[in-house]
């Protein structure tokens, strides 16, 4: 029997206060399998130690809310008695060190969080974050993570219909894999995690329990070091066939009434599911570790509990389902054993062999989880940047566009979407390479929009303002494609908490979050928190995640972002003041790398965007697309490629010069497609909106004019476009 001291419960991730702690609670020494129990209950990952302080100042509440933080997933109303179930969560370090496993079970997992309550998964999102594309493992962890999240996804049949990636250097010894679900189930038939009655039977349902994963939620509450490739056996090992089956077993027996509660075994496995669910009903759960299906011999109480084998459910049943629940399971081919029952203990009791292996009052693990204040540093706002006029004038437009619009993070993601099923189940109405993905509300003329941004370069430039705008990109997203958006989830991806300077940049995102979230009325329903996204030292920049979610209620008057119709005019909605610091044209063109984000008005996000959907839903918009990284110019081209048309600008009439006019990435702006017949009726709603618009010019054939001497073809604006990511993954 392997002696629980203080150096182990330190190799188990714990602190030295806290190994004392769980001995002062238990008022005695713990055996290894406790250790391990708290040990996984109490890390980062599991417990959100440094962060529920600050996550409890989030706006969770709303009118269309139904469940907010604290389930398996958020729930939204979406009208007729139906809502969405979605959340996003990370699988940084395990796709780091397997990119192709560590990606699929990331897309599994929260795929199962998802249908644990009731909901058929319908769209699948990522957000993907690679290190410099010159860096040695940048290509391979690509390629390798694309197709894990394509192979789990496409096998499940739920398609994949939005995302984002982007590279920059700050992720070469850490990539971010971030994986978003949305699932749709009838309001009255919801599922949770509260485990209710006494002598209740508890059901260990799907795949059996393996040796991998063991440890893997305490290794994402780790940074990395040299010894990263001895890590491989923490990653946890995908099916998604046997994924499939459960999504439909669990379905198919949520249409009885048998079901008190259901959990996912995610993140700390049978460990974290079974005390999650006795918590939450104030109970106690006892549970027989003889009886756990296993797929390898001799595995001790402590694998067991730690085990993080993926496709497997725990369920409280009513008392007497338990025949017609197996059969239910049988019929799929899945694993399906009584295990424990639900007790008035309120303790966490195994055994093993006849023998009480552990023996652990559940608030000791979850109420009296260790909870910290740790100390921050405030950023303070970078001074601006003073471009000399002369510098700017020396550019021509023509070469900038090229240059920008051939950026890995601007140009065209074909590459990787294309690796996706984005149409399977026949609803998908917008595919990826718009503002947002759509899914249609299977047998109805409604529609769901998501979208997933992140904007680590303002972040990173100036936390509070950088958390504000991420969630006004979002905003903006739903609108340009004709939602009224509903509610988010976050994924907070962060260096160590216990740096000030990365603890700073986690609250003041969290506040910038917040603030944004509550004035837009966009509340945070769900979401996940990954620190230690790290190397040694060096941090990745602050990279907050967020997933929105809006309604349209006539599919018919969703809006995409292709240009439609020769002359038809193009304006743009918001003002441009010319802020190029931070901008992609200051760090890609200038090469200069500091000042602070373009400033975040909520008054006009808010404004703009409202008044916009005014606008749809007088049918008087025939495409839009938010103004966002590399400015007027970059939207303008891409509105362009899509559509196949071209775009002949009005003279720019500014005070800030034709450079700063084009890129400069001031915020709370979209671009929008109107008849010319229609342009009354239009600046009439804007002007009674008090929002700001210009009339950028009359859309003509197959090239952009601008002030009559620049001309770039449709043609050279896709061979910009669209070359640089082939090129780089067939090189």
Request: charged fraction near 25%.
């Amino acid at each position: 029997m392997t002696e629980v001291n203080e150096q182990l419960a330190i190799d188990h991730g714990l602190k030295k206060d806290e190994y004392k702690k769980i001995c002062d609670l238990l008022k005695r020494t713990p055996n290894l399998t406790e250790l391990g129990i708290f040990s996984a209950m109490w890390n980062e990952h599991c417990s959100y130690k440094s962060s529920r302080l600050h996550l409890k100042k989030l706006p969770t509440k709303g009118k269309k809310v139904i469940q907010g933080p604290g389930e398996n997933a958020g729930v939204i109303d979406i009208e007729d008695g139906d809502a969405i179930v979605f959340k996003i969560e990370s699988h940084n370090h395990p796709s780091f060190i397997e990119p192709y496993q560590g990606a699929a079970t990331g897309v599994g997992g929260i795929m199962r969080d998802v249908f644990t309550m009731g909901a058929r998964p319908i769209a699948n999102l990522n957000s993907i974050h690679f290190g410099s594309p010159q860096h040695k493992k940048t290509k391979n962890l690509l390629r390798g993570v694309v197709h894990g999240i394509g192979g789990y996804g496409n096998c499940m049949g739920v398609p994949t219909i939005a995302g984002q990636t982007s590279f920059d250097s700050s992720y070469n010894g850490n990539i971010l894999v971030n994986a978003m679900t949305l699932g749709l189930v009838k309001k009255n038939k919801i599922f949770y995690s509260k485990a209710a009655g006494l002598d209740k039977p508890v059901i260990y349902v799907g795949s059996k329990t393996g040796r991998d994963g063991i440890h893997g939620a305490s290794m994402a509450s780790a940074s990395f070091d040299e010894k990263i490739e001895e890590k491989k056996p923490t990653v946890q090992v995908g099916d998604p066939f046997t994924e499939k089956l459960l999504l439909e077993a669990c379905l198919e027996l949520m249409a009885g009434d048998s079901i008190i509660a259901i959990q996912d075994m995610g993140a700390a496995g049978l460990t974290s599911s079974s005390i999650e669910m006795a918590s939450k009903g104030n109970l106690g759960i006892e549970i027989n570790l003889n009886k756990v299906p296993c797929r390898e011999t001799k595995m001790t109480p402590y694998e067991i509990m730690l085990s993080e084998s993926q496709e497997r459910m725990l369920i409280v049943l009513e008392n007497g389902k338990e025949e017609q629940a197996k059969k239910i399971f049988d019929k799929w081919n899945l694993d399906f054993a009584v295990i424990g029952k639900t007790t008035k203990s309120k303790n966490i009791e195994l055994f093993f062999n006849n023998e009480k292996v552990a023996n652990i009052p559940v608030n000791t693990l979850v109420e009296n989880s260790p909870m910290y204040n740790r100390k921050w540093k405030k950023s303070k706002l970078p001074k601006k940047n003073r471009i000399k006029k002369d510098t700017l004038n020396k550019l021509k437009i023509k070469d900038v566009l090229k240059k920008v619009l051939s950026n890995q993070n601007v140009c065209s993601k074909e590459w990787i979407w294309q690796q996706y099923d984005h149409t399977v189940m026949g609803d998908t109405i917008q595919k990826p390479g718009g503002d947002a993905g759509v899914v249609r509300v299977h047998g109805t003329n409604k529609a769901v929009a998501a979208s997933v941004d992140s904007s680590a370069v303002y972040c990173w430039a100036h936390p509070l303002t950088g958390g504000k705008q991420v969630v006004a990109e979002s905003w903006r997203n739903l609108i340009s494609v004709g939602a009224t958006p509903i509610a988010i989830t976050n994924c907070l991806n962060f260096g160590s908490p216990e740096k000030e300077d990365n603890m700073g940049e986690f609250v003041e995102c969290v506040q910038g979050i917040g603030e944004a979230s509550k004035y837009l009325n966009f509340p945070v329903v769900s979401g996940n928190v990954s620190f230690y996204n790290q190397t040694k030292e060096i941090g990745i920049k602050p990279t907050p995640s967020i997933g929105g979610v809006g309604l349209i209620k006539d599919y018919k008057r969703m809006i995409t972002m292709d240009l439609k119709e020769v002359d038809n005019l193009v304006l743009v909605i918001g003002k441009t003041e010319g802020h190029i610091d931070q901008s992609l044209f200051a760090r890609t063109i200038l090469d200069e790398k500091n000042g602070p984000p373009p400033e975040i008005n909520l008054f006009n996000e808010k404004n703009n965007g409202e008044t916009l959907l005014q606008l749809i839903q007088k049918d008087l918009i025939k495409s839009a697309h938010d103004v966002s990284l590399g400015g007027i110019i970059t939207a303008v081209s891409k509105m362009c490629i899509k559509g196949n048309k071209g775009l002949e600008f009005n003279k720019i009439k500014s005070l800030i010069s034709e450079m700063e006019y084009l890129f400069s990435e001031d915020q709370g702006r979209y671009l929008i497609e109107i008849q010319t017949g229609d342009l009354k009726k239009v600046t009439k709603t804007l002007i009674d909106n008090s929002v700001h618009y210009e009339i950028l010019g009359k859309i003509v054939e197959k090239q952009i004019t601008i002030n009559q001497k620049t001309n770039i073809t449709i043609d050279e604006l896709k061979s910009y476009n669209t070359n640089w990511l082939i090129r780089y993954m067939s090189s």
